[in-house]
């Protein structure tokens, strides 16, 4: 059974910094691409950053210049720096992996932002 299991969110002032890590488990595959995506509270979820199997990377208007994914889609591991993160950052921020186009997800961890 796929697993992808998410840390690293927690709280941080305005203008800090978080950096978040995804690890995959019980595939016999590598993901064609990974990412994150995050759901704000009373809102959809949407989509952050994508990391793909050819080392190419992708970033929401929102957060472009602010954040920075990398990983190794061999490893199934991403990670996600974040800086300068502001109020409206706050989200469950959720790990995602593709294959043949099928997504995985994770649970998710909690970012909070926050003076």
């Known amino acids: 059974q796929v697993q992808l299991v998410e840390s690293g969110g927690g709280l941080v002032q305005p203008g800090g910094s978080l950096r978040l890590s995804c690890v995959g488990s019980?595939?016999?595959?590598?993901?064609?691409?990974m990412g994150w995506f995050r759901q704000a509270p009373g809102k959809q979820r949407e989509w952050v950053a994508v990391f793909t199997s050819s080392g190419s990377t992708t970033y929401a208007d929102s957060v472009r210049g602010r954040f920075a994914i990398s990983g190794d889609n061999a490893e199934n591991t991403v990670y996600l720096q974040m800086n300068n993160l502001n109020p409206v950052d706050t989200a469950v921020y959720y790990c995602?992996?593709?294959?043949?186009?099928?997504?995985?997800w994770g649970k998710g961890t909690l970012v909070t932002v926050s003076s």
């Open positions: 995602n992996g593709q294959k043949n186009g099928v997504n995985f």
């Open positions: 019980g595939s016999a595959f590598s993901f064609n691409a």
